[in-house]
């Protein structure tokens, strides 16, 4: 991967987490507030799936 797909890679993510709390922000606070509800075993197996989710993309997408 080289610098410019790093970027493109990074610009991405950002394009994506912003469509939510652009797009219905009222839905997106419910969804954080509930979201800092959870425990941290709850919010790292969210992370863990999200991060397996991600390489699994990029492995396919390679």
Do not use: H, K, N
Request: aromatic share 12%.
């Amino acid at each position: 991967m080289d610098g410019y797909s790093l970027w493109a890679a990074l610009a991405l993510v950002l394009v994506v987490e912003g469509l939510l709390p652009f797009l219905s922000p009222t839905r997106w606070r419910r969804m954080f507030q509930q979201m800092l509800a959870l425990q941290d075993g709850q919010l790292r197996f969210f992370g863990l799936c999200s991060i397996i989710a991600g390489l699994l993309l990029l492995w396919m997408v390679d």
